[in-house]
């Protein structure tokens, strides 16, 4: 269990980088005088490119690098994104020089973002694996202490991190963080328990395509029958469907060659079974069209939101609470959402597999309503004060609710994807399109610039201005809790047509029998 230990200290140097970067809002605003709104470009941009590259990067740790090097990589990327972040909060630097390496920064530790996400639960549990299911001292002395530092370094990170007052000191504690973490995990390299790359099930869905490509030029096959399906491989058969019918092609068997020489190469013929999981994949994406909306209601909490709590009062008695307090409640109702999600699922698991529908995607879509609908009030209520009193008595508390109610969405809607496509899709592809789903919403984050910026024209400036008190931010979650009212809408109208298409493609394998 010494191994569990050295990767484990990987995620409590995570932890403490996870809270500091939360605070970059804050840093850009007070620290680089940046406008409020071009802070929040910065963070979503840097938020949105960071979940983006996910899936590119777990299909480059299947097919080549794997877990361990990933991990390595992710590390290293840390400590020097890290260090970099220190060095251009520090006062050597200044002007250009400065917001270069800021940049620069940003983007190494973007890499260690999507790496580290990718590849530690896995290889955790692969080290877990490793041990056996033998319960022993040694075991339960490691859970203990894995289970105290996931309690104690969010404590720590939201608790400790804000009272250090240079920048450039508390960016440096996570890259000094990163450095032990890589040394203590590197020492136990030898004895780690590594799986080699066995390829991403992800070139299966490539080869289908390039194979109906290969053969755009011939008709369809009317003939479900007449399909190249391998049915003595030993791996699962899946029946024809009559959907997406342009990718049948794929598994067309042509005429003018012999069938042993198509059977050579895979990416002119496909099975009939991998043209359907390929099917099975496409279906889902309309519903991903839903998370593009989701990720500006996510984007709030570590932009906007958190400008509010900036200009909010913090003071309990005498002390000055620390504003990653809030992404400590997000974060624990996020994962108690989540367990509520997986109770929910276990009593729905009777119902039939085709017919399941993530009910748990409506549920934060409506939530998302109210969280916005109560932060605009919120706001409209400190804006009145603002406009009446030169110092504002509201307490950081008012922004609670919505803190809690963004965390549980998010983990409602995080869980309720993944159940779902670990239904609709085949397991080995789950991963891949929960991934795909991860890179819609940080599209989502990065679209709140572009609806910024059309709304403001559409205010004529009214609405942003230089500063949060001159703005109209509840007019702007207004408009959020508007167009959440519009993806439900299309989230019922995306079921409702694969529903139809479900009950299409099953009476069409009734009538073919």
Known sequence: MASFLRVIVLSWAFTVAWFTLWMLMIYLTNEM??????????VNVFAGVSAVAHLGMQFLVDAFIGHFWMLCLSTFAFSFGFGFLAISASPILSGEGQKGLFYVALTVISVGIFGRSISLGVFTEDQLEDSGNNVNPTMLTSFIIGNVGNFVFPLFAAVALPQISPWFVRFAVPAGCEVLAMLIFLSGASSYQRKMPGGSPLTTVFRVFSASASKISSGY?????????????????????SSLRCLDRAAMILHTEPLEQQRGNRWRLCR?????????????????????????VFSLGNTF??????????????WNLPLPLLLLFSEAARLGSREL???????????????????GIPVSIILSVFCCAIAAHVESMRLKVVRTQ?????????????????????????????????????????????????????VGIMSNIAL?????????????????DKSRLDNYYWVLSVLSMFNLLLYFSVTYRYTMCYKKDGGAQENDR
């Open 221 to 241: 096959q009317n003939n479900s029958n007449q399909l190249y399906e391998d049915t003595e491989c030993g791996l699962d058969v899946k029946p024809h469907t």
């Open 33 to 42: 005088k940046l406008k409020y709104t071009d802070a929040a470009a910065i």
């Open 341 to 359: 999600c997986v109770m929910a699922a276990k009593r729905n698991a009777k119902a039939p597999k085709q017919t399941k529908t993530p009910y």
């Open 390 to 442: 030169e110092t504002v008595p509201m307490s950081v508390f008012w922004l609670l609710p919505q803190y809690v109610l963004l965390g549980s969405i998010t983990g409602i809607y995080e869980n309720s994807f993944a159940l779902y496509l670990e239904e609709t899709v085949p397991e080995e592809l789950s991963q891949y399109m929960v991934l795909f789903n991860v890179g819609v919403c940080g």
């Open 272 to 296: 009939v079974t991998e043209v359907e999981q390929t099917k099975s994949v496409i279906s889902t994406v309309p519903l991903f069209t839903t998370s593009l909306i989701s990720g500006i």
């Open 452 to 468: 910024v910026s059309v709304v403001g024209r559409v205010s004529r400036g009214k609405w942003f201005q230089d500063t949060i």
């Open 305 to 318: 939101f958190l400008e509010q709590a900036n200009h909010l009062d913090s003071k309990l008695g005498s």
